[in-house]
DNA sequence: GAGATTTGGTGACTTGTGTTACATTAAAAT
DNA sequence: ATTTTAATGTAACACAAGTCACCAAATCTC
């Protein structure tokens, strides 16, 4: 069992309570989609354990990846759209199995008046994505491939704590919007400048 | 004058009177910068007249486009900046005379308890940003060159209500981080499939 | 174990776009 | 009016990255 108190230390007492009285925790297996483009937002929630992943999809499938929503972290877009009762622009998914708290679109502006700490957690989680789309917008507006992909590794090992990272030369590709044989074809060039170590279905970065 | 109550009408009288109590109207020059990169920022603005660009510096001075700030609209990012210690990453510059209301930070945070009128326009500031961003992504991701010209010069038009485009080849590829010769090109082949008409300094869409 | 599927490696080619170099024309400055 | 500067046109080339074709090895399925 989680543990809500820990992750979300910041929250006063109070809103702790009504967040345990409204909120729903469910858990939700990986590989599921959690929210489409142009699906309307009924509720937001807190990642209390796994990992989503917010992506949007181009024309072929590819799943671009935008960001990842890690445990403690809410879906900024989510509130935002609460508040207008608007669609989304952007696809969820969890990369693996996910527990998260489910919360009313209700509470999430009641919260904003009520409890100081509610309002400095959305206004702080709205500053951190917005940040992250920076990030990424530096990153394909100014970065050749080789550079993003050196950058995504890194991002990816620090993320999972870990300095393999499992996944597919396919997989990568898709989340730059590149195409397998590119990323192979970098990935190659950085194995022979020590930087990388490759295996099948997995990159170990050195 | 300019008619702040005609801009912002969705304002409640008290919330208004209270700006106007605590704001500072100041008119700005064209071409004036506003935020510098890795600035600390001391209040917010709301525009009134004129329109801020805001942009990020690429390696040679190049100032990519992010989005226009319009009169009625509020600087997400200040907000976004002001809280946090690093160093925020664009910059705003005025692209003709501007006037705006300067706003203490100080009183941002009362108002969003104080006033629901504010805090939904504070919302709805940063959800109209965020989807900003969110189609500046879609663009440099998915788009080639050709395409994003075309949808620069439209949103160009349609921001100043005009069909004629007044930059020079050299102005649009600063702002679409491209080169000069690369935009001549490309407007070039749209002329010939009648899609603009060419002159000195000017675009003229059809 | 045989065949099918997934994953990765690689060479050849194509395309979009950035670069270099220089010419031409319009506007501004003198 | 002449000179200077800014804006635009264009050809030739360079390079990153996408595509195509095919192969080899690992893994899964029956």
């Known amino acids: 069992m989680v543990n809500i108190n820990t992750l979300f230390s910041q929250f006063e007492p109070a809103l702790m309570e009504e967040i345990i009285a409204n909120g729903v925790i469910k858990t939700i297996p990986a590989g599921e989609i959690l929210m489409r483009t142009g699906q309307f ?52 998914k969890t990369v693996e199995e996910t527990t998260v708290l489910m919360v009313p679109l209700g509470m999430i502006d009641k919260w904003m008046l009520d409890y100081k700490s509610w309002y400095h957690f959305v206004l702080s989680t709205y500053r951190d ?52 044989e590119v990323i192979s074809r970098l990935l190659k060039k950085m194995e022979q400048r020590n930087m990388v170590i490759l295996y099948r279905n997995a990159i170990e970065l050195i």
Do not use: W
């Open 41 to 92: 937002i009924k509720s937001t929630m807190l990642v209390l354990e796994g990992s989503i992943k917010i992506f949007r999809e181009n024309e072929d499938g590819g799943e671009f990846l935008m960001y990842y929503l890690q445990p403690g972290e809410a879906c900024a877009l989510s509130i935002i759209c609460a508040a207008k009762s608007e669609a989304s622009q952007i696809m969820a």
């Open 129 to 180: 994505r917005f940040d992250e789309l920076l990030t990424l917008i530096d990153q394909i507006a100014f970065r050749n491939m080789d550079e993003r992909l050196e950058f995504y590794l890194k991002r990816h090992a620090k993320i999972n704590n870990t300095n393999t990272i499992a996944l597919s030369h396919q997989q990568i590709a898709e989340e730059l919007n590149s195409s397998r």
